[in-house]
């Protein structure tokens, strides 16, 4: 009976052995185990228990002055065998089960991709766009660049740019370019002014699946990520629509110099917040050639655009869209579909007002990138009614329904987009820097200060660009209050200060700097 007990003592032993040496290696990061794992326990239970009660019944008869037989005694070779003989099969059969763990009875604590695909507009058919793919590309491989900075005008295409490098790290063969082949790139849309590290901190945090508290402390946060990220052998952040600089050790983010292989990209609007972010090296992206703008703009018209009586209307457009990949992609898809060459007169940026229709149309979606965010319906038209937008009408009522029609008619080419709010609707980013470029490009006729949704506390003579401005925008902002003494505004039509709550008086000769 002993050598029994000996044999079963010894089987758990080795399954022990095994379990610690062999499975619990391919076992780092778990966080649940399978029902495998669960019934592996409990027979380790239930031989530990026979093992026992064996044991325990030798010693009883062994205490009473028994001794083992001789036939035992002349077993116990065979007995032995044949005991190593079934420990050698259950092992193995625990060790292809162990093997298999990691992809059938648990869940990876990091299981993530190294890249993840962004959705967005190609490059491939811009030769420009695809050379500062190809010299974004070089910086990272240079040992010497850790930070890159790249920048250039609103709507000039630095965000579809680095996309599509993101996306060609996905595909790029890392056997030949292996300084390319990062362990982890994150992608992080920045918020705009106060800029929420916080915000920046759970994109990088989901990305990495590392769980940080949203409404805790930063430097706690920063901490998980910095741990994270030293994991990695290498990593490529890219930090898009950069507004003010960014401190990345108080994101969590390792500098790249400490970091082999570790790199940056900022994208920004302003040289001077790339150069306050310690920039390496940087990268202006200029517009597009006219050949380039005009075969974008066919990519998202369709060959309708090419039609004898349409293309002189169409080429028009496109080289007013003045190299703007933006500006290209928004209006040609707004023109996609449209067959008869009326329609694209009445679109025509460069045509003449005397079409009342035409002008509304075109000043109201100007109109709507004053505001920062969700679009209050009745406000939106109860101002175009007072700039004159909607008309000539007898009663607000029919006033109201023009302006009805109109949102719906911006809908329908996706200027504007539907709300989870009721009688709200939006105007997406990449659609209100196409109409603030209409807005600086033809000048004083539609000139407008747009500091809406950045906070000011107090507006100054700063923020005014010149008496000739026509409508201010200090929506949703926090302003306190407003100064006595102000720039001279004899042109101004509108000035919006919604949503300021803070604002509780405002001074009596703040509005003799207007006449409304």
Not at 15 to 20: L, P
Not at 194 to 213: F, G, H, S, Y
Not at 226 to 251: G, H, M, N, P, T
Request: net charge negative.
């Amino acid at each position: 009976m002993e050598i029994l007990v000996n044999v079963v003592g010894g089987f758990v032993v080795e399954v022990g052995k095994f379990v610690r040496k062999c499975i619990y290696p391919k076992i780092e990061n778990i966080v649940r185990f399978s029902s495998k794992i669960e019934n592996i326990r409990q027979e380790m239970e239930k031989i530990t228990k026979l093992r026992d009660d064996i044991k325990g019944k030798v010693e009883k008869d062994e205490g009473e002055g028994y001794k083992p037989k001789p036939d035992v005694i002349n077993l116990r070779s065979e007995v032995w065998t044949q005991a190593q003989n079934s420990i050698q099969v259950k092992l193995c059969s625990l060790k292809n089960d162990g093997e298999s763990f990691g992809s059938n009875l648990m869940e990876e604590n990091y299981r993530m991709e190294k890249v993840e695909h962004l959705p967005g507009p190609s490059i491939k058919d811009q030769p420009a766009a695809r050379r500062n793919l190809h010299k974004i590309l070089q910086h990272l491989e240079n040992d010497e660049v850790g930070i890159i900075g790249v920048w250039g005008a609103g709507g000039i295409g630095k965000t579809t740019l680095v996309k599509n490098l993101n996306n060609e790290l996905k595909q790029i063969d890392v056997s030949i370019r292996s300084k390319l082949s990062f362990g982890v790139v994150i992608w992080v849309t920045v918020p705009k002014p106060p800029i929420d590290i916080r915000k920046v901190q759970a994109q990088i945090a989901d990305r990495l699946n590392v769980k940080v508290d949203t409404e805790g402390s930063e430097e706690s946060n920063a901490s998980k990520i910095y741990e994270r990220l030293k994991q990695e052998k290498s990593f490529l952040v890219i930090l898009d629509d950069v507004w003010e600089a960014i401190d990345l050790d108080k994101v969590g983010v390792p500098q790249p110099k400490d970091h082999a292989g570790s790199k940056v990209i900022i994208t920004s609007r302003f040289l001077d917040v790339c150069n306050q972010m310690k920039i390496d090296t940087e990268m202006k992206v200029y517009t597009l050639k006219e050949n380039e703008s005009w075969a974008l703009f066919i990519k998202n018209v369709g060959d309708i655009a090419n039609r004898k009586d349409i293309q002189p209307l169409a080429m028009e457009i496109a080289r007013e869209c003045g190299g703007l990949p933006l500006a290209i992609t928004v209006i040609g898809a707004s023109l996609r579909g449209k067959n008869m060459a009326e329609q694209w007169d009445d679109i025509e940026l460069s045509s003449e007002h005397e079409n009342k229709k035409r002008g509304d149309i075109r000043s109201c979606f100007l109109y709507c990138s004053l505001y920062p965010a969700s679009i209050p319906t009745n406000d939106l038209i109860h101002c175009w009614w007072a700039e004159g937008f909607l008309g000539e009408h007898d009663t607000y009522e029919k006033a109201y329904n023009r302006g009805i029609t109109i949102i719906e008619e911006l809908k329908n080419v996706c200027l504007l987009e539907e709300t989870h709010l009721k009688d709200y609707v939006k105007m997406h980013d990449v659609v209100r820097d196409v109409a603030k470029w209409i807005y600086n490009t033809f000048g004083d006729e539609h000139s407008s200060v747009i500091q809406a949704g950045i906070e000011l506390i107090k507006i100054s003579n700063v923020e005014v660009v010149s008496a000739s401005i026509k409508r201010l925008s200090f929506i949703t902002q926090g302003i306190q209050y407003l100064p006595d003494n102000f720039t001279e505004c004899p042109k101004t039509t509108s000035l919006l200060l919604q949503r300021n709550e803070s604002l509780v008086k405002i001074p009596d000769k703040f509005f003799c700097h207007f006449q409304f």
